[in-house]
């Protein structure tokens, strides 16, 4: 009996050596392995972690935040990256920021809690060369997570648009065998983008595995003083099957950016 489990071990084996040649290292993964690829990376926001169904942002997928000026999108994005870095003792992990812009201000990112010695901050001078560099950032397997500021940045002139369609499968692909969350940063509406761009970010959303929304509700005001604003996050799409829900945050104004309870 062991016998002939030895050789069902060892066929399946090659037969598993023969896929992993033609399609790719990445194509086959255990039931374990696949279940610890589901973790996500804390938002430290309870409430929205608890939202997304997967703890926070997928790793190996597209996240994409979505929301106007003011509405905690930029906050929680860099409180992701914070969390990113957090390893073990022994190893703490790389983050990256395509700052499409040149708008991120590392004061208001180190206040979030990320590490700016841990940081790379990339200003690309094109569509095309975003995509690219975007692509080898994944393919490198050495950042935690990557967040690009913005894709309606990227989307405003033709070049972006068409790079973004010919190239951003090859990044969801890549992403698959990375041990990585990619984030992509958008406005919910922006009125100054042309129709093909607009087609675009819808097409964008294909690949994304969780997409939410963020809307200012109001500020947050303490004797005269004004500390904080609540925000209401609504998903859009997930894998967990809970698309329409929504979670209400306060992003509280101080020397460290701060998650609050839902309010």
Known sequence: MDTLNDTKSE??????????????????????AAQARAEGLSTTFPALDQLTGVGGIPL???????????SGKLTVAYKV?????????????????????????PDYISRS????????????????????VLLDLVKSRELRAILLDSLSEL???????????????????????????????????????????????????HYASLHVEFLREGWIESEGECWGYRVRAR???????????SATLAIAFNETVRARETW
Do not use: F, Y
């Open 155 to 205: 989307l405003v002139d033709k070049e972006g648009a068409s790079a973004v369609e010919q190239m951003m499968p090859q990044v969801n692909l890549a992403l698959k065998s990375a041990d990585c969350a990619l984030l992509l940063l958008d406005e919910a509406r922006p009125p100054w983008l042309p129709s093909l761009a607009a087609e675009t970010s819808r097409a964008v959303r």
């Open 235 to 245: 998903l859009l799409k997930s894998r967990s099957q809970r698309q329409g829900e």
């Open 11 to 32: 066929r399946i084996k090659a037969a598993i050596k023969q896929m992993e040649h033609r399609w790719g290292s990445g194509v086959l993964v255990t039931s374990r």
């Open 113 to 132: 809690g990320v590490d700016l010695d841990r940081l790379l901050l990339v200003r690309p001078q094109s569509g095309k060369q975003v995509l690219r």
């Open 81 to 105: 990256l914070s969390r990113a870095q957090q390893g073990t003792p022994e190893r703490r992990h790389s983050v990256a920021i395509l700052d499409l812009g040149a708008s991120s201000d």
């Open 60 to 70: 190996h997928a597209v996240t994409l935040l979505a929301g106007n000026s003011t």
